[in-house]
Nanobody
């Protein structure tokens, strides 16, 4: 089991940057799990943002944020970060991190992630 906690959200102007963090808490780690970021805006489905299956792998990046985000996993397998630049108002959403064991072809499907954090709100003002 993995217990996840997100942080780093907030209010930022369009064009600004934020760095979100996903921490495995209570002695748990990401070992043997893929870690992903998803986001959900009001009235919309949960949308894939980025994921890394194993430490050292390249991140898979969602189409709507391609070129503006970078994801990393820490060496200690207890922290994963999402650096977001050139933010747009349409990036406004609650951002969630999840842990699971998807095959590569299914890495963008939230149904393949078993554990989730409570989310962190990102608001981008125009």
């Amino acid at each position: 089991q993995v217990r996840l906690e997100e942080s780093g959200g907030g209010v930022v102007q369009a064009g600004g940057s934020l760095r979100l963090s996903c921490d495995a808490t209570r002695g748990t780690t990401f070992s043997n799990y893929a870690v992903a970021w998803f986001r959900q805006a009001p009235g919309k489905e949960r949308e894939f943002v980025a994921a890394i299956r194993r430490r050292g792998d390249n991140a898979s990046i969602g189409d709507s944020v391609q070129g503006r985000v970078a994801m990393s996993r820490g060496d200690g397998e207890t922290t994963a970060s999402l650096q977001m630049d050139s933010l747009k108002p349409e990036d406004t959403a609650v951002y969630y991190c999840g842990a699971g064991r998807p095959v590569l072809s299914a890495i963008r499907d939230p149904l393949n992630y078993y554990y989730w954090g409570q989310g962190t709100q990102v608001i981008v003002s125009s």
